[in-house]
């Protein structure tokens, strides 16, 4: 413990120190175990070193993700060093941020607390609670972080940028248009990079400007992804700088649209009332409760809204009754059902440009759009999809053993054992070298997807890649590519599944037979597994998927009871336990779940085994039209601004 106690006043000495480099830092605290919990293997003593050196340089957030598996462990130094230093501000910080990253937001919000009690005016802390806050669906507190740090530095462009996103996402647009034209103005200097707030900016400021003209227009009367002009989608969808030829600005303010007024949840009908809460019981519902996931409050009730608004569309179309879409009256297509969960998920987090890809520009579509996710890059590991490794890797050697019985059929025996002993994906790298004289710095593997509609046939699914030489210089990710011929290939398919739902739900609709139904989920579930392995938004399809899915089901009288699978990473020290890969996922992430199952049926069992189906309570049919009490995006946000934590039953 002395040793221990040392090594972390090391770190305390070492704060806003240290001009050499990281890596070199990190040699010399290995050699002189100048570190809590050294372990025998070297290169994982680097791997610690490091963290401790970012902590040492003040580096603090960076250190929580370079810690990214290790954050219990990390969490518990900061304990360690707050016993010794108990007015450690940045130790409190840096612990909140541990816990933030996590998904744990008491415990986040208490450390942020103890921070802001020693110092109320630690720019830090209230810059990445605000932050959290925002991110937890609570704008109203986040605001006044961001104002209290711009008291402090009125140039802070994080907290500037913050305050203007969350301005307009509660709909005040006066305030929130306001602070993004001040982080337009503040130019980089010659030389100087440009900050992520001021890349994106502009983007926010037209997309507020366009939400602000539309306020008062019914929803169903326009189309984001038909009005907004394709080269500003497509770089805003791709986080390109804002270099557009012969862009047209939105519209500036109207003085006539007003800011959205705060809404009592009192001032609700209460049917509406019961609305509101039901939505929120059936957003929570779609939590992840995954180490790397932190609640939104705002999010949840957001979708929840979408799931009762789907439930009751589908329930009309199966009735004969047509709907309202883009101006129009007619049946409700796929699309369309997909599209009420878009519109909610895009009106809760403006910052966040959920939009179709396959109506973006002809000349993106031809090149590719790519829905990229790093599962591990460098020193960094992505804790979200960290239990569907196994399952990867075990995929991955099976379309190794595939090549080399067509390309090397002699060498196979020897391909076959030498994967035996790969239990981490960091060692594919050197058999693959050995085998295949094309591997050099990695290689890749495409998944398949088999069609239901052409017995036989397969689309592409998923690439993944791997490239590096060693530990902590390796990328291994996975990415799909929409192009347009493999976007007309998953629609034929969700296509023929949604005419054969719409036929089976009106049957349903006639008839009680629990076989009715039974095929009527099947096909839900299977339109979803095509939604997702073809990953047709820029951001959100796993939460809008399972918005449609709970509320198609719930249109064919079956509600969903249980909750999607949890798992908490349980962290080691060890390098090699750590990147040990685990052969069955603890939790369950819809899109990724339908991305690494190469069956449709066993994707169906498997989610239906955790939904824990029930009849759905009769009083459902009594809410209020969703479509009809939000039919304006004012009113849409007045709903998601409106408190009801005090107003609706919990529910476990």
């Known amino acids: 413990m002395d040793s221990y106690r040392d090594c972390v006043a090391v770190v305390i000495k070492h704060m806003n120190s240290c001009d050499l480099t990281q890596e070199y830092q990190a040699r010399l605290f290995v050699e002189q175990q100048r570190f809590p919990f050294p372990v025998e293997d070297h290169s994982t003593n680097e791997e610690l070193a490091i963290g401790y050196v970012l902590i040492g340089n003040g580096l603090y957030d960076e250190a929580v993700k370079h810690f990214s598996l290790l954050l219990q462990e990390a969490i ?6 707050l016993k010794l230093k108990s007015d450690f501000i940045d130790a409190h910080k840096s612990l909140a941020q541990a816990y933030r990253e996590l998904g744990d937001f008491d415990s986040a919000m208490e450390s942020f607390q103890k921070a802001l009690m020693l110092n109320q005016n630690h720019l830090q802390s209230l810059q990445l609670r605000g932050m959290m806050l925002y991110h937890h669906g609570s704008l109203k507190d986040a605001i006044g972080n961001f104002k209290r740090c711009l008291q402090l530095e009125p140039y802070n462009e994080v907290c500037q940028y913050m305050k203007g996103l969350s301005h307009v996402a509660m709909g005040q647009f006066y305030e929130g248009i306001k602070a993004q034209t001040k982080v337009m103005l503040n130019d980089p200097l010659l030389g100087q990079k440009a900050s992520s707030e001021y890349l994106k900016v502009k983007y926010l400021r037209e997309y507020s400007r366009y939400l602000h003209s539309h306020l008062d227009i019914p929803v169903a009367e326009y189309n984001v992804d038909q009005d907004l002009p394709g080269n500003f989608k497509n770089h805003w969808a791709k986080n390109l700088p804002f270099l557009i030829e012969d862009y047209e600005e939105q519209p500036g303010l109207q003085p006539h649209i007003k ?4 809404q009592d949840f009192e001032s609700y009908s209460p049917e509406v009332q019961k609305l509101i809460c039901t939505a929120d ?20 009730r957001a979708m929840g809204m979408a799931t009762i608004e789907v439930m009751q569309a ?26 009420i969960a878009v519109k909610w998920r895009r009106i809760a987090d403006p910052d966040q440009p959920v939009l179709w890809l396959d109506q973006m520009p002809a000349r993106s579509l031809s090149r590719g759009f790519n829905n990229h996710i ?40 020897d391909v076959k054992q030498a994967l035996e002993n790969v239990n981490k994906v960091e060692d594919l790298l050197p058999i693959m070298k050995q085998f295949n004289s094309k591997t050099r710095d990695g290689f890749t593997v495409n998944s398949k997807v ?4 052409d017995p036989g046939k397969e689309y592409d699914g998923f690439t993944i890649t791997i490239t590096g030489d060693r530990v902590g210089n390796m990328l291994f990710s996975v990415e799909t590519q929409t192009t347009e011929e493999r976007t007309q290939q998953y629609q034929s398919e969700i296509e023929a599944l949604y005419k054969d739902l719409t036929a089976k739900g009106k049957a349903l609709m006639l ?11 099947n096909l839900i579930l299977s339109l979803v597994y095509y939604f997702c392995n073809l990953m047709p938004l820029s951001r959100g399809s796993s939460i809008v998927a399972y918005s449609v899915v709970m509320g198609a089901l719930m249109a064919s009288g079956k509600e969903v009871v249980g909750r999607i699978p949890s798992g908490k990473v349980q962290s080691k020290l060890h390098k090699q336990v750590c990147f040990s890969l685990l052969n069955k996922p603890k939790w369950f992430l819809v899109d990724f779940e339908a991305m690494t199952t190469p069956s449709l049926d066993r994707f169906s069992k498997t989610t239906k085994s955790w ?4 009849s759905l309570p009769s009083w459902y049919q009594n809410l209020p039209s969703v479509a009809e009490t939000f039919q304006f995006s004012r009113t849409m946000i007045e709903v998601l601004n409106t408190d009801s934590s005090t107003h609706c039953p919990k529910k476990s």
Request: hydrophobic share 35%; charged share 20%; proline share 3%.
């Open 76 to 81: 518990e130094t900061f304990k360690e060093a």
């Open 259 to 262: 800011d959205v007024l705060p």
């Open 281 to 300: 019981h059936l957003g929570s519902l779609m939590q992840y409760n995954t180490s790397g996931f932190l609640p939104n409050l705002r999010i949840q």
């Open 314 to 339: 589908m329930q009309r179309t199966w009735s004969n009754s047509k709907v309202r879409v883009n101006g129009k009256t007619r049946q409700l297509q796929w699309r369309d059902m997909f599209d």
């Open 374 to 413: 790093n599962l591990i890059r460098g020193q960094i590991i992505n804790i979200r999809y960290m239990e569907y490794f196994g399952s990867i890797l075990n995929f991955i050697k099976e379309r190794i053993l595939v090549y080399h019985g067509a390309y090397n059929p002699r060498g196979l025996q």
């Open 450 to 453: 088999p069609s239901t509609k």
């Open 511 to 521: 008839s009680s037979e629990l076989g009715d139904a039974d095929a009527v989920c």
């Open 611 to 614: 939904m824990n189906l029930k």
